[in-house]
C-alpha cells in the first residue's frame, strides 16, 4: 500500500523558513514522481512543486520559484520542501502526492497533509 506522511509544519513569522518532508511508507519511489500541492483558506488546491525521482528534474508554480527547493533523499525514501522567506499568502495546508508514472502528472496517494501558517 502507498503511503505518505507529511511532517514539518508549524507557525512561522513572514520572511522565515520551514522545511516539510513527505516520507514515502510500503514503497520505493525511485520510480515515481512527487509533488506538493498546497491548500490555503477559501482557497482551490494548487500545485506548488514536483520532483521526478529517477532523474532529478524539478518544477516550480511562478508564486513559489526562487523561494522554495524540492529535493530527495533516497536512503531516506523521503522527499523535502524547503520554503524560505514565507508570506502570508504561503499559508495553507500542504500536502504531497505520488505519480506512479513518474510524471508529475497524474497523481494518486495522498498524505493527510501538514499545516503552515505565515504570520506577518
Known amino acids: 500500500e502507498v503511503q505518505l506522511v507529511e511532517s514539518g509544519g508549524g507557525l512561522v513569522q513572514a520572511g522565515g523558513s520551514l522545511r516539510l518532508s513527505c516520507a514515502a511508507v510500503g514503497f520505493t519511489f525511485d520510480d515515481y514522481a512527487i509533488g506538493w500541492f498546497r491548500q490555503g483558506p477559501g482557497k482551490e488546491r494548487e500545485g506548488v512543486s514536483c520532483i521526478i525521482i529517477n532523474d532529478g528534474t524539478t518544477t516550480y508554480s511562478d508564486s513559489v520559484e526562487g523561494r522554495f527547493t524540492i529535493s530527495s533523499d533516497h536512503a531516506k525514501n523521503t522527499v523535502y520542501l524547503q520554503m524560505n522567506n514565507l508570506q502570508p499568502e504561503d499559508t495553507a495546508v500542504y500536502y504531497c502526492?505520488?505519480?506512479?508514472?513518474?510524471?508529475?502528472?497524474?497523481?494518486?496517494?495522498w498524505g493527510q497533509g501538514t499545516q503552515v501558517t505565515v504570520i506577518a
Open positions: 502526492t505520488a505519480d506512479p508514472l513518474g510524471l508529475c502528472a497524474d497523481f494518486g496517494s
